[in-house]
């Protein structure tokens, strides 16, 4: 009997586990706010998810004045976010005449490429956010499939007709919300990214000012929605849950434009309800962040090729290096970098070209083998060759960091 009931007692267990600490991960982007304005409303829902995480800035825009500088703009933010590369190399410049570089590989394409698939969601009220970006069922995606889908609305003008105001992409905005509280609470999506558009429209019609601040609050009500549904399948089914609520980008002064620098415009914020590291607590963290942090989180499976064009790491866990820098003297080439983990080991490779861009393939070289603590590393570039253009790319085991250079 003794035996028997030892038996039910680990199936149970067994049973239980496969639900107990199960991860799940849902993105909201809330259409250009700035983090100033989220400061100065408080909004509610953003402070109550990071009271068991952090709230805190972060940056899009990529380097000023570099190869990597990106337009703060929308759509771009949008595929920074999926990709975990700058639009040097995901090639989104902007809002229209969309031209995706599927080589590299979104956050949905990279769950849909594990060994047991996760399930996805997206609840978009801007479908070129499934058709264009991820690029559903293209070839050049490995004809990626979303589970669940609810988006198509600003195609629907019987449904939704234009209305004052914009008002009309509000309504958009309100049955997203509803449809990822819905579909969250009933199904638990593994991977779901929101898309929330109306206070970008309200902002470039009524610039700072009483009119946006409504809904920024609003939005909030609509963030607050996709939370609950979040903590109901935490509470109801024991799931360890990520969220992130970010915004694409900052705006200028007045609140009417972006796209530019300004440090208004490149500076946004995050929302979580994890842990951060020190990175993200120094305000280090970047919009290219996000795809490695869900990926970590997740513990997915990133091919050496996809993670090693990421221009981003993750701001959860400790990092064991971050921050490369690279310069030359002569023909010679310094890359530095910042590491956590004195011995953590690395390995520097080089590739005199840029071939990934066209075949998602690199020729990677191995020129060094070292421990992160050594923060330097110094290399003859003659011994690859002389050409105008390199790429290095710097490997630990859970991060890895790359950067361009041009002679």
């Known amino acids: ?80 976010m999926l990709t975990g590369v700058w639009a040097n190399k995901h090639n989104v410049f902007g809002n229209s005449n969309l031209s995706p570089n599927y080589n590299y590989w979104s956050l949905f394409r990279i769950a849909k490429e594990q060994k047991k698939p996760l399930t996805t969601a997206i609840f978009s009220s801007w479908t070129d956010n499934r058709t264009v970006l991820l690029g559903e069922g293209k070839p050049e995606t490995g004809k990626l499939k979303i589970d669940y889908v609810f988006d198509g609305y600003d195609l629907d003008e019987k449904n939704y007709p234009h209305k004052e105001k914009d008002l009309h992409v509000f309504d958009y905005d309100e049955r997203v919300s509803h449809e990822a509280e819905k579909c969250i609470k009933e199904n638990g999506p593994d991977l779901s990214w929101v898309y929330l558009w109306y206070t970008d429209d309200a902002s470039h ?10 809904y920024i609050l609003k939005a909030g009500q609509q963030i607050e929605r996709v939370w609950n549904a979040v903590q109901y399948r935490q509470k109801n089914f024991g799931e360890d849950w990520m969220i992130i609520v970010t915004t694409d980008h ?37 919009m290219v962040d996000i795809n490695p942090t869900v990926c970590e989180f997740l513990g997915m499976e990133v091919p050496d090729q996809v993670r090693w ?38 390995k520097v ?46 490997v630990s085991k859970h991060e890895s960091l790359n950067r361009w250079l041009t002679m």
Request: proline residues 3%.
């Open 250 to 286: 900052g705006r200028s002064v007045n609140g009417h434009d972006h796209g530019g620098q300004s440090l208004r415009e490149r500076t946004t914020w995050i929302s979580t309800n994890q842990k951060v590291n020190k990175r993200f607590k120094e305000g280090k963290a970047a």
């Open 1 to 80: 009997m003794r035996k028997l009931l030892l038996t039910i007692l680990g199936v149970c267990l067994s049973f239980f586990g496969l639900f107990a600490d199960e991860r799940k991960a849902v993105i909201i982007i809330v259409d250009g706010i700035p983090k100033d304005v989220i400061e100065r409303l408080h909004v509610p829902v953003i402070y109550d998810i990071a009271r068991t995480g952090s709230f805190g800035a972060s940056y899009v825009g990529g380097e000023t004045g570099m190869y990597n500088e990106t337009p703060t703009i929308s759509a771009v933010g949008y595929n920074t």
């Open 349 to 394: 490779y080089a590739a005199p070209a840029n071939e990934y861009k066209t075949s998602g393939k690199e020729n990677w070289i191995l020129i060094g083998d070292l421990n992160a603590g050594a923060e330097d590393f110094h290399y003859d570039l003659d011994k690859i060759g002389q050409y105008n253009f390199y790429k290095f790319a710097v």
């Open 205 to 214: 019609m009524y610039r700072n000012g009483s009119y946006f601040d409504e």
């Open 309 to 346: 064009e990421r221009d981003g790491i993750p701001f959860i866990g400790k990092t064991e290096i971050h921050d490369l820098e690279v310069s030359t003297y002569d023909r010679e080439v310094i890359l530095r970098w910042k590491a956590d983990k004195k011995n953590a080991p690395v």
